[in-house]
């Protein structure tokens, strides 16, 4: 089944207001018009709304870099599904590696932060996995990415056209400079599409599931990246903070002529 791809751009705790606003502003510059495949910008929590009314009447979209459990409650420093909502997002990152390495997330946790997106009906989660460098040696792999995925997603139920983005990244890929080998990607999202289609079968995952790389991507090793059969997008970092970069890796990814502009 045929989907557009998708690419998402995570700003983590990198910019500013000011400097998330100015950027939101090029990225909907850049891409007006667009409609080959979607993008996504992520920026931080405080620039969420900014960033809503920025791209109000723009093919972009908006994300959160992280979502809690709770509707509502004692929880400082916490932000809602619903709360997202409100801010104008239509997705969330769910679990990324650098959550779990600094702040200690578990898949319990980002079990109960998946099951509470998908009851909002409104936002899709980017549900993050991969292996540290020591699976990886230890040849845990194919083990570990079925355990997160089990932890992360058994039990719940996807309905009508609700929609699920897994993004497989390596944690000894994040923020290094160096990518998986692009056939190690292919594997290891095999692996993964062959855990979900165990989970929920093929016909949902087909149609409610994408599978993306995530891990020190960039404009010049992107190519290699851009023909896997198992890939449905990219969730780039360091990146997707540069518009011109950013754009050349959409081109690629979704295949455009080499001289053919983002912009239609």
Not at 11 to 39: D, H, I, P, R, Y
Not at 144 to 149: N, S
Not at 196 to 218: C, H, P, V
Request: proline content about 2%; overall charge positive.
């Amino acid at each position: 089944m045929l989907t557009k791809k998708i690419i998402i751009a995570n700003w983590k705790m990198n910019l500013s207001l000011a400097e998330t606003v100015g950027l939101t502003k090029k990225f909907k510059e850049k891409f007006a018009g667009f409609n080959q495949g979607e993008v996504v910008i992520c920026p931080a929590n405080l620039a969420l709304s900014q960033a809503a009314k920025i791209l109000k009447g723009s093919q972009l979209k908006l994300g959160a870099q992280n979502v809690f459990w709770e509707d509502k409650g004692m929880y400082t420093g916490e932000i809602s599904a619903d709360m997202l909502v409100e801010a104008g997002c239509q997705y969330v990152i769910i679990g990324h590696s650098e959550r779990r390495k600094y702040l200690f997330e578990n898949y319990e946790m980002i079990h109960k932060k998946v099951r509470a997106v998908l009851e909002t009906a409104k936002l899709t989660p980017i549900v993050c996995i991969g292996e540290t460098i020591e699976e990886k040696e230890s040849d845990r792999r194919d083990f570990v990415l079925v355990e997160q995925l089990q932890q992360a997603l058994s039990g719940i139920d996807v309905f009508g056209n609700q929609q699920i983005i897994v993004a497989y990244e390596p944690v000894w890929a994040i923020g290094t400079g160096t990518a998986i080998e692009p056939s190690e990607a292919e594997y290891a999202h095999k692996i993964i599409r062959l855990a979900l289609n165990d989970m929920f079968g093929m016909r949902i995952i087909s149609q409610n599931f994408k599978i993306i790389y995530g891990g020190s991507i960039n404009s010049k090793n992107v190519k290699k990246f851009a023909a896997l059969e198992n890939m449905d997008g990219l969730l780039v970092g360091g990146v997707g903070l540069k518009v011109d970069d950013f754009s050349k890796v959409v081109k690629s990814i979704i295949n455009l002529p080499a001289g053919r502009p983002v912009k239609n």
